[in-house]
């Protein structure tokens, strides 16, 4: 080994960084990635040189300088990624054939799509609030609801977040739940009981306009139950059904300026659901604020410890994105959750995906190249991407295929497919085609 320019005889980086950087390490100077072209490595340059419009004159440093530096990274130091990542390819054999079915009249523009059932059937939510089952196979559509939509006059958009109205369905097909994502409220509808609302829902007054609407259907004893924000750090669960409360956890009065027992200084975001009902992710924010999608058990939550979605000890942060937060997430096979865009600061984000197991908290892979709306199943992942979708292997992270033209808005998951509504069309591209379920 040699004396490298840090001044430490030790093993060289694989990152090497411009002579600013060094001798000391200069922590917390901002600083650039510089993008090699090999998957996701890269080397450094502070400011200066980033600016000089000239190529950075680089130094090999050893693995723990470079190691802090990474660290305060974390922290904010890191301002901007150059250049362009690799992604490797690994061409498989991918079915491109989309299935188009021209919709029939329907009372409204269709404003959002979710799967029904365990065969390939999709209900659409129309701009007038109603809901339509759609059946292409049978070239048909029945109406199940009417007047489901709920009014907000009142709503104040933030950043460019409209109201959305969006629509949720049990696996079982009974319930559906429309709910304002950046807004305040919503409803659960049994579609076997036409115009019946079991459920009204309220996620509190505090913010709703910075994040979707919290909810996701699941399973419980055999009964539908839905998981849904009633305050901006507080989720409950109520049976679908009756509309009974599940986890009723009273809080203890407490004197002036001390904290709640189990007090969560959190804002939940959009939920997601493991394949096997057993965990929950949740991409929230932090003061100040801090984009910080979180896991929990499901199953404990609803069997052992009516506080886990606050401290309970499955509760689990996966990591921290200042400024950022509602976007892309999905589910890879049941422990497994996959985090849209790799960085530590929305003004320096990377393209990409870093995944996270539920059970540890644990990072256990990252790679470039997906953008756009994720979903998965248990052997690819897939992503939305403007041009059309694109196949990835989320254990070792090659492109695999792409679907040009194509970009879904739905996975109905137990039909293999994704789908989307475009211009009056239901386009529909089954997964098996490509890889299988």
């Not at 109520?238 to 001390?258: C, K, M, N, W, Y």
């Amino acid at each position: 080994m040699e004396t490298l320019a840090c001044g430490h005889v030790a093993f060289a980086a694989p990152s090497r960084m411009c002579p600013h950087l060094v001798r000391p390490v200069r922590e917390g100077v901002e600083h650039v990635r510089l993008l090699t072209g090999r998957r996701l490595e890269f080397d450094l340059a502070c400011g200066q040189c980033d600016a000089a419009g000239k190529p950075v004159t680089l130094v090999e440093v050893c693995e723990g300088c470079a190691q802090r530096l990474d660290e305060d990274a974390e922290h904010g130091s890191l301002t901007a990624w150059r250049g362009q990542p690799g992604v490797d390819e690994r061409p498989e054999a991918v079915d491109r054939s989309v299935v188009d079915w021209r919709l029939p009249e329907l009372t409204g523009p269709v404003i959002d799509l979710a799967p029904f059932g365990a065969d390939p059937g999709w209900l659409a939510l129309t701009a007038d609030g109603t809901i339509a089952e759609l059946d292409p196979d049978a070239d048909r559509c029945a109406v199940l609801a009417t007047g489901v939509l709920v009014a907000e006059p009142d709503y104040q958009p933030w950043a460019g977040r409209p109201l959305t109205p969006r629509l949720h369905v049990s696996d079982c097909g009974r319930f559906a739940a429309v709910v304002n994502d950046y807004g305040r409220y919503g409803r659960v509808v049994d579609l076997h009981r036409p115009g019946t609302t079991t459920l009204r829902l309220d996620s509190g007054s505090y913010r709703t306009n910075l994040v979707p609407f919290s909810l996701v259907f699941a399973r419980h004893e055999g009964r539908a139950v839905v998981v849904h924000r009633t305050d901006w750090n507080r989720l409950d669960v109520h049976d679908a059904e009756s509309g009974r409360l599940l986890t009723d956890r009273a809080r203890e009065p407490v004197g002036a300026g001390q904290r709640q027992a189990h007090d969560l200084d959190y804002f939940h975001g959009r939920l997601h659901l493991s394949p096997d009902q057993r965990w929950l992710a949740d991409d929230g924010w932090v003061w100040a604020p801090v984009g910080m999608p979180v896991s929990w058990s499901l199953e404990r939550w609803l069997r052992d410890n009516v506080w886990e979605s606050e401290d309970g000890p499955s509760w689990r942060p996966l990591c921290q994105r200042d400024y950022r937060w509602d976007t892309p997430m999905c589910f890879v096979g049941d422990t497994l959750v996959a985090v849209s865009g790799i960085g530590y600061d929305d003004i320096a984000m990377l393209d990409g995906v870093r995944i996270f197991s539920v059970v540890t908290g644990a990072e256990v892979s990252t790679f470039a190249g997906p953008v756009g709306a994720l979903f998965a199943d248990r052997s690819r992942l897939y992503a939305a991407a403007p041009g059309g979708l694109q196949v990835w292997d989320p254990v070792t992270g090659h492109r695999t295929g792409s679907v040009p033209g194509f970009v879904p808005t739905c996975h109905h998951r137990a039909a293999g497919q994704l789908a989307a509504v475009q211009d009056g069309v239901l386009r529909r591209w089954d997964t098996a085609g490509g890889h299988g379920k």
